[in-house]
């Protein structure tokens, strides 16, 4: 009862097990009354800041996790995508920097969207660089988008349903941002069926946070006993 980290796998078994996301909360906190500098627990109560939409809370403790371990990968990346939620794409782009630094390797088609939000140039090398196929059709399609190239687009988002259909939260999400939303919620249902974790940040994740605010999503989120 006295073990952090036995209250943190608990929580995470709630929070991404069960979608339980009250109980994971409870469970968090309990583990950071006992071990307020644990990392891990941290990252946790960060990841499931984002789940319910809660940005600033989110930013605090990957922040706070940050600074007890300016080593962890989850930290930095964490932090890099709370503040790119919340707006904060200068302070975004830094912490995807320093995550690259750190892994040489690790998520380097986030850093590209995000170069090409931004109106910088290199973002397409970056997602090119990206070993994780889902990840660097899904942010193509999202890219070339922003771009105006839309062919291009069209292809990698093609080629993402045609190989990684279970992918679903990831289609949604490429959908959403190139603003084909009836399209996107098909998506999300079948994401929300097969459970994928990939759905958790529906509110905050790129792409899919710009779904319509209507009875779909709220009906989705009810579902999820997600804060609507």
């Known amino acids: 009862p006295d073990l952090a980290d036995g209250h943190g796998a608990l929580g995470q078994v709630l929070e991404l097990g069960d979608w339980d996301w009250a109980g994971a909360k409870t469970e968090y906190q309990r583990a950071l009354a006992l071990d307020p500098r644990n990392v891990r627990i941290l990252n946790l109560s960060g990841h499931l800041a984002m789940d319910e939409g809660r940005l600033d809370d989110a930013i605090h403790f990957y922040r706070e996790a940050g600074i007890s371990d300016p080593l962890s990968p989850a930290a930095q990346g964490g932090l890099a995508y709370s503040l790119w939620a919340n707006g904060k794409l200068s302070d975004a782009e830094l912490a ?15 850093l590209g969207l995000l170069m090409i939000e931004r109106g910088e140039e290199g973002g397409l090398e970056e997602i090119n660089r990206d070993h994780d196929e889902v990840v660097k059709l899904m942010t193509l399609s999202m890219a070339n988008h922003r771009l105006a190239r839309q062919s291009q687009s069209d292809q990698a988002l093609a080629e993402l349903i045609k190989t990684h259909p279970n992918s679903a939260a ?32 529906i509110k905050v994740h790129v792409g899919l946070r710009d779904l319509p605010r209507d009875a779909r999503l709220a009906a989705l989120l009810r579902k999820m006993n997600l804060p609507e």
């Open 170 to 201: 990831k289609i949604a999400q490429a959908l959403a941002y190139r603003g084909e939303f009836d399209e996107a919620f098909k998506w999300t249902e079948k994401a929300y069926a097969a459970h994928d974790k990939d759905l958790l940040w």
């Open 96 to 110: 995807e920097s320093h995550l690259a630094a750190l892994t040489q390797s690790d998520a380097p088609a986030w």
